[in-house]
């Protein structure tokens, strides 16, 4: 009888093994679709957003960066910062536009996370409105590494359209 038992949980745990397996390798195909979806409309993938549902991608091409379903025309960013726990770390501005050295409390919320962990956005603040690009609180420079992308993007567009 107890061989019977083992011999059921052990086909069990490979037919959970095979579905595991098969749900990442049907998830990566579904990424390098869209990723070459992104890529034949003329869209730079710049991150890779890790977020409640899913992976969110930042993208930039000619006129305006993404980021999912928002559009940020790239010649209305007036400026743009970067945050860490809210605060502004990094900032840039264009030109002939009025430069804000605080951030509104309520583009940041505030997070009450437990555990001490740094989080990072990116704040983009355009002619009608401040888009708050949230780059995640992973550990390992992970979502460092994302904002710094992101701002770096804009950063070099708010200085060669000046």
Do not use: Y
């Amino acid at each position: 009888m107890r061989d019977v038992v083992a011999a059921i949980v052990a086909v069990l745990l490979v037919f959970f093994a095979l579905r595991l397996a098969t749900s990442l390798t049907r998830d990566q195909i579904k990424r390098r679709r869209l990723l070459s979806k992104l890529e034949a409309e003329g869209q730079s993938v710049l991150a890779e957003i890790p977020t409640d549902t899913g992976l969110v991608f930042f993208t930039e091409d000619a006129g305006a960066f993404r980021f999912g379903d928002r559009v940020i025309e790239k010649h209305l960013i007036h400026s743009a910062r970067v945050l860490i726990n809210g605060a502004a770390i990094a900032a840039t501005t264009r030109e002939g536009t009025q430069s804000s050295n605080t951030v509104a409390r309520d583009i940041v919320q505030e997070r009450d996370e437990g555990i001490s962990r740094d989080r990072w956005d990116v704040a983009i603040v355009t002619e009608h409105d401040t888009f708050v690009v949230p780059c995640g609180a992973i550990r390992e420079q992970i979502s460092q590494e994302i904002a710094r992308r992101i701002f770096g993007a804009v950063r070099r567009t708010i200085e060669t359209s000046s």
